[in-house]
């Protein structure tokens, strides 16, 4: 089983990050695309970020019944901060046969040098990476792990939905609908923003 990785706090998920995640189950050889949630990324701060147990729970909602997509919170039980080659490691010990991919946008390439292990990173995974506008992938292109495909974005991140939950803004569309629907009734993101303002 060839499974790709595609981490991301997903606080909270969004159409974006669902349509990635399906481009590459559905356009390349991966078997699987298994979200990671982050508990914490070692380059963000972790103000506004939900709960660890919401954030996967909204990914179990947006995935729905979609047997390409699943989600993981591997990270949860790991030392933190999570880093991207630990993880990797483990879950190679726990899954012997499975063959592991890494996922990540264009613009990760202008930053991975930052990463713990990168050479270790890119030397022994293969490397699946969806372009971004004004990111260029160009001296990457020929790398032997590295493959690049031209995936379907949307300008659109997690932040851009909370600034819209703290205007007191519809989501609804930029998130799937079963999210929505979840956080306008829990009102999730509203409780939390509010706990940052204090």
Known sequence: MKVGLFF???NPVHVGHMIIANFMAQNTDLDQVWMVVSPQNPLKKKNSLAKDRDRIHLVNL???DNLLLRSSDVEFS???PSYTIDTLAYLGE???KYEFVLIMGGDNLRTIHKW???EKLISDYNIYIYKRPKYSTKKWEDHATIKIYEAPLLDISASYIRDQVKRRHS???LVPQEV???LDETRLYEKLLKKTEK
């Open 62 to 64: 947006a995935i729905g």
């Open 171 to 173: 989501i609804q569309y």
């Open 180 to 182: 929505y629907e979840y």
């Open 8 to 10: 991301g706090s997903f």
């Open 116 to 118: 713990k292990n990168y």
């Open 78 to 80: 790991m030392p933190k």
């Open 94 to 96: 726990k899954y012997p």
